[in-house]
Structure formats: C-alpha cells, structure tokens
C-alpha cells in the first residue's frame, strides 16, 4: 500500500516502503498540514525548483533525518554548498534508482528562483515509482504536449497537478494535462493558498468529466492505493 498526503500547497509525503517527501514548504505556509519538527525518519526528499514556497524546509528536515535531497544538478550542488550536514543527488532530465525507487526527472514550464541574484538550475517535475504505483509531480508548469510522452512511457497512477492559474496551469489547462497524462487519479495542488491563485477545485473536477478520477485533498488528508 502507498500512502500520498496532502500537506498543502504543492507538498506532498508519499510513504511506501520508503518514505518520501516533495516541495516541503511548511514553515510561512498558510495551508501546512505539519511542521518540519514533526518529521523523524525521511529517506528522500525531492525539490522541483528553487522557489521558496517549493524548496522550503527540504534543508532542515535532511539536517535533522539524514534523508537524501534530490534536485536539478545546479540546485543539488548549490544546496551542499551552502548547508552543512546534508546529502544531495544531482539530476538533469532523465531516469535514475535511489534507495530502490524509481525517479525520472521531467521538464516542467517555469522558472527556478534566484538567489545573490544568480538564477539556480531549470524548473522540473518528478515521476516516481514506489512499490509498483507510479506517480508524477508536475511542479509549477504551465501544460506541454509532451506530457503524452509520459503517459507513453512510464504509465501514470496518480497525477499531483497544479491548477491555480497565476503561476501555473489554470484549471482548463490542468484538465487538459489529464487528457495528455491520462492517469487514473489526480489529485489537484497549487492552489488557494495566496488570492493570486485562489480556484474552485469542484470546477476543475468538473472539466475532467471520466478522463480520471479527481480526489481533492484538504491539507493533512490522505489518499491510499
């Protein structure tokens, strides 16, 4: 059984045989289902971009767990640099195996933060397999057709997609990325936690129609298959 929790905004826990974190941004977060304190055993911990509201606590919990930051290579090798007592895996769009699970790193359309006003490594989104469910992240992207590839290749369970417009795919557009995907869940992420990207999931459920099947999470809830 795979366990995928909602811990708002774009974060995500995904417990499996491994236990595995995405985007944690918990501390200045609104929405936040936890706090990084609450987190005791993690093994991975993937960040999509460097915006704050997307790297966030990711350096504080693998101080604290010893777990494994994932990221684009520039990210990886910046985050190390700057942070004693952290591990970093650098990736650049492609598959890989850590720790037995499965990860690819996919594009994604957006920009990355900056930092001493040096811009830090590209945008991604992440699919992962865990214990025979395959799930893609998307990050902030706005919707590609290159997404059909991802549903060619690698098969998607579970989409987390973003729809709060704004920033990201809106959710006309985020229906769309269904279409493209065709995943058997998705779950929607990115939205009211600010007004700038304040939506309605139900009319988001309402554009997919029977494309998949739309499970809105509030923040702490959790999704199992």
């Given at each position: 059984m795979v366990k995928i929790k909602f811990l708002g905004h774009a974060a995500f826990e995904i417990e499996g045989s491994k236990r595995i974190l995405i985007d944690p941004f918990l501390?200045?977060?609104?929405?936040?289902?936890?706090?990084?304190?609450?987190?005791?055993?993690?093994?991975?911990?993937?960040?999509?971009?460097?915006?704050?509201?997307h790297v966030g606590d990711a350096v504080k919990i693998a101080q604290?767990?010893?777990?494994?930051?994932v990221a684009m290579y520039d990210i990886a090798n910046y985050l190390v640099e700057k942070n004693r007592g952290i591990t970093t895996i650098g990736m650049n769009y492609g598959p890989t195996e850590i720790d037995g699970v499965k990860i690819v790193q996919v594009p994604a359309w957006h920009s990355s933060g900056a930092d001493e006003n040096f811009m830090v490594?590209?945008?991604?989104?992440?699919?992962?397999?865990?214990?025979?469910?395959?799930?893609?992240?998307?990050?902030?992207?706005?919707?590609?057709?290159?997404?059909?590839?991802?549903?060619?290749?690698?098969?998607?369970?579970?989409?987390?997609?973003?729809?709060?417009?704004?920033?990201?795919?809106?959710?006309?557009?985020?229906?769309?990325?269904v279409e493209l995907?065709?995943?058997?869940?998705?779950?929607?992420?990115?939205?009211?936690?600010?007004?700038?990207?304040?939506?309605?999931?139900?009319?988001f459920?309402?554009?997919?129609?029977?494309?998949?099947?739309?499970?809105?999470?509030?923040?702490?809830?959790?999704f199992e298959l």
């Amino acid at each position: 059984m795979v366990k995928i929790k909602f811990l708002g905004h774009a974060a995500f826990e995904i417990e499996g045989s491994k236990r595995i974190l995405i985007d944690p941004f918990l501390t200045g977060n609104p929405a936040a289902a936890a706090k990084p304190e609450d987190f005791d055993r993690v093994d991975l911990i993937l960040v999509t971009h460097m915006h704050g509201d997307h790297v966030g606590d990711a350096v504080k919990i693998a101080q604290k767990t010893g777990a494994k930051i994932v990221a684009m290579y520039d990210i990886a090798n910046y985050l190390v640099e700057k942070n004693r007592g952290i591990t970093t895996i650098g990736m650049n769009y492609g598959p890989t195996e850590i720790d037995g699970v499965k990860i690819v790193q996919v594009p994604a359309w957006h920009s990355s933060g900056a930092d001493e006003n040096f811009m830090v490594g590209n945008a991604c989104g992440y699919i992962v397999e865990i214990d025979g469910v395959t799930i893609y992240h998307a990050g902030d992207t706005y919707v590609f057709k290159d997404m059909e590839l991802f549903a060619e290749l690698y098969g998607i369970d579970v989409a987390l997609l973003p729809i709060g417009g704004h920033f990201t795919m809106g959710p006309k557009e985020a229906a769309k990325a269904v279409e493209l995907l065709k995943p058997k869940y998705v779950i929607p992420m990115h939205y009211n936690t600010w007004p700038p990207i304040a939506q309605d999931p139900e009319k988001f459920k309402k554009l997919v129609g029977d494309k998949a099947e739309v499970i809105i999470l509030k923040p702490g809830e959790t999704f199992e298959l």
